[in-house]
């Protein structure tokens, strides 16, 4: 894998990943900065919130159910198009999202999911709620359906009842994978309702119950998270290497954000895309 080595005791050296800082925004920065990030051609990993409940869209999902542009002319969601592929996922404002940036992936698509949601495995795992991938088709009814968590094909990770807990989605350019995804913590029944007609998955008991918010660094899910990703990201161990934004790179990346406003195909003249920050 490409990128700098860090000499661990054994005398052998480990990948250093860049890890940057969890921040709450607006769907059109989150996406803007993952897009970014993976232009750098560096491995990097970001856990990051969402400042408003927002619906994020598939970069090929273009048939948008009516009531969803109503619920955000109403001002209830934001709306934005991610970079990824996928269906449509609903991220509450107490939810995880996740972004890794692998700059020499296999080329093998099922084989790049696998290893790249390692780390999400090992983490669900030691708090106690194992996942496996989905295994409904592709070509499936259910993966046709508007909504990303209304099925688990194998780019997804779902429980021993088969509820799906982490849904995943890529976007290679020039070799390089920006695979990201939504972990569900705490989704918001009666929004969930209003967006998909049906409720979400029941929440996960055991060690993932917390009375931390998960914005909270010691949230055992977040912990886990990270402990997982030094011993399983792509050519563990690794070193992750905090490194926020430079002032400079903010400004590169605010430089990508009219797209990310723009980039949706609206049939109704009042839907809100997005509001800016």
Known sequence: MNGPQHPVRDGSTAQV?????????????QMAIDEWILDQGQPALRLYRWSRPTLSLGYHQRRLPPHW???????????????TGGRAVLHGCGDLTYALIWPDPPGQRLEAYRLACRWLQHAFAALGLPLQFGNEPSGSQGAHAPNCFASATAADLVDAA????????????????????????????ELWRQIFGEPPPPPPAGRLSSTLGVEDPHHPLRQQLLTAARSALPGAPVVLQPQPLSDTEWNAVEGRLQRYREGLTLTSPEATIERAT
Not at 77 to 83: A, E, N, S, T
Not at 168 to 189: D, K, M, N, Y
């Open 17 to 29: 990943w860049r890890l940057l800082p969890d921040s709450a925004l607006t769907g059109t920065w």
């Open 69 to 83: 542009l109503a619920l955000a002319a109403d001002g209830l969601i934001d709306l934005v198009r991610r970079p």
């Open 162 to 189: 088969g509820f799906k807990r982490i849904g995943s989605a890529q976007l290679w350019r020039r070799g390089q994978l920006l695979q990201h995804g939504a972990i569900l913590v705490t989704p918001e029944p």
